[in-house]
């Protein structure tokens, strides 16, 4: 197998525990990196596993696991485990794996799951829509449909996004969440959906000043965070603030997410403020 051959690649460095006696990688190890790997996987496809499984009336399970080593990894080496689905049958997907130190493979696998009913373990014939979301994948197809538009179109769903991440994960109070901004007619909404037609991820756009736009209340998943959908809704609300003339975008970052808009070409101003009682940065970047 070649690098090359897998659209998706985890990275991971070997931890000092993950060292045996000969001072490589313990053969059972690599097992661990390629279940890592296939959960992010998963996000890589924009399904949140749990969710995804439950929508669709089963689960995963292990049927057969193989392996066979050709290298071998030691202490702080950085590696890249690829995930590609080979192929699907009725009931089962048999997933390629690899294990590389740069280009070179170390340890190859292959597993195959079972698709079925999690409370009696009973086969079922994988749906056609997970299919059909593997293969798209595999094809290079894109993963998530960033919608923009009002309220009125998208607030059920980014009403739930927020939720879950500033009021319940967060404790932010509702009355401090919800403001008269949400249903103006000027406010631009964006949400991220999977093929599935999940929804993921959001933010909004406000005029801040004339000239300036000022994206907020951006908020991802628990479980898609770091799978590219927050940088795609990012993305699609700077498109429509450069739609719509702005020259230059403002936003209150959490300090937690400043790295973030650090990669997307934002830049801090001024010095750390509290809102909401979380620390947060004032950020801008050109359109």
């Known amino acids: ?12 460095r070997v931890r000092w525990a993950e060292v045996d006696m000969q001072k490589i990688v313990f053969n059972g190890h690599y097992l661990m990196y390629f279940d890592t790997a296939v959960g992010s996987y998963w996000r890589a496809l ?18 057969k696991s193989t392996l066979e080593y050709m290298g071998s990894a030691r202490y702080d080496d950085v590696l890249d485990v690829g995930v ?18 740069n280009d070179q ?6 597993l195959v799951y079972v698709f079925a009913d999690p409370a009696t373990q009973t086969s079922k014939p994988v749906p056609q829509e997970l299919r ?40 932010i109070p509702k009355d401090m969440e919800w403001d008269e901004a949400d249903p103006d007619p000027g406010c631009v909404h964006a949400v991220a959906y999977n093929r ?26 628990q479980t898609m965070r770091g799978s590219g959908v927050g940088q795609s809704v990012l993305e699609a609300l700077m498109k429509a603030a450069r739609e719509q ?12 997410a400043a790295a973030f808009y650090t990669r997307a070409g934002f830049v801090t101003r001024g010095a750390m403020f509290e809102e909401v009682g979380i620390p947060h940065i004032e950020m801008v970047r050109t359109l």
Not at 46 to 63: C, I, N, Q, S
Not at 91 to 98: E, G, K, W
Not at 105 to 110: D, P, R
Not at 201 to 211: Q, S, Y
Request: glycine content about 12%; overall charge positive; some cysteine.
């Open 1 to 12: 197998m070649k690098r090359n051959e897998f659209r998706f690649a985890e990275r991971l």
């Open 84 to 101: 590609r689905c080979a192929r699907i049958g009725n009931s089962s997907l048999i997933f390629q794996c690899a294990v590389f130190r």
């Open 196 to 221: 599935f037609g999940q929804p993921l991820a959001t933010g909004r756009l406000l005029e801040h000043v004339p000239g300036v736009a000022k994206i907020g209340r951006m908020a991802v998943s």
């Open 46 to 63: 924009a399904m949140p596993y749990t969710e995804t499984m439950e929508y669709l009336g089963g689960d995963l399970f292990v049927r």
């Open 132 to 171: 059909e979301v593997l293969q798209g994948f595999e094809a290079g197809k894109a993963m998530v449909d960033v919608r923009v538009g009002g309220w009125s179109e998208l607030g059920k769903d980014a009403r739930q996004i927020r939720t879950a991440v500033f009021i319940e994960e967060q404790g």
């Open 105 to 110: 493979a170390l340890v190859t696998g292959e």
């Open 245 to 256: 003339g702005y020259r230059e975008a403002v936003l209150h970052a959490q300090m937690s």
